[in-house]
Every structure is written in C-alpha cells, then in structure tokens.
C-alpha cells in the first residue's frame, strides 16, 4: 500500500465515554477515517502509527445531521468511523498520561 495514503486514512480519534468503555471493556479504539478507506488499510494505517497488533477492524457510516439556521437548513457532511480492536496487551494513549 502506498505509505503517503496511508499517513491520510487516520483523520481523528474518537474520544468520547462510549469509546472510553470500549477501551476498558474490549480492548478497542474509535477514530474516524476517511469515507473511503477500506479495513485492510485502516489496519495498515493504525499498526504503522502506533507500532501495535490490530486483530479486528469494524467501519460504519455516518449520515450528516439535518441543521437548521433560521430560515435556510443545511447539511453536514457524511463520514466514518471505525473501530478496531488490538490484541491482547496492546494499549494507543491519546492522553499521554504517564
């Protein structure tokens, strides 16, 4: 795979409550990602950022909300998510707490 694509596949964690159970409970780790990439190259992506094993990888797509603005409504922009699970013993901190 093409290390440049691959540096662009990752767009952001996620770090919210659910994401933080899933971490504690199933050893998973949330981020979002391009609404293109496939789930061999997000695997690809996390093991060559964070230096860890990826065992599983889940994607979904998310619909962009419906906003109103007074009168004129508008649209966010759809995107996804994936959540990939690292095997047993392997942790990523976005916090970089010590």
Known sequence: MNQ???MKVLVAPLISEKSARLA????????KVLTDASKPEIRAAVEKLF?????????A???GKVKRFGQMTG???DWKKAYVTLAEGQD???MGAK
Not at 24 to 31: A, E, H, L, P, Y
């Open 61 to 63: 797509n998310m619909k």
């Open 24 to 31: 504690d409970s199933s050893n998973q780790v949330g981020f």
């Open 4 to 6: 440049e694509r691959l």
């Open 75 to 77: 649209r966010r922009s």
């Open 51 to 59: 230096n860890v094993t990826v065992t599983n990888v889940q994607v």
């Open 92 to 94: 990523i901190d976005f």
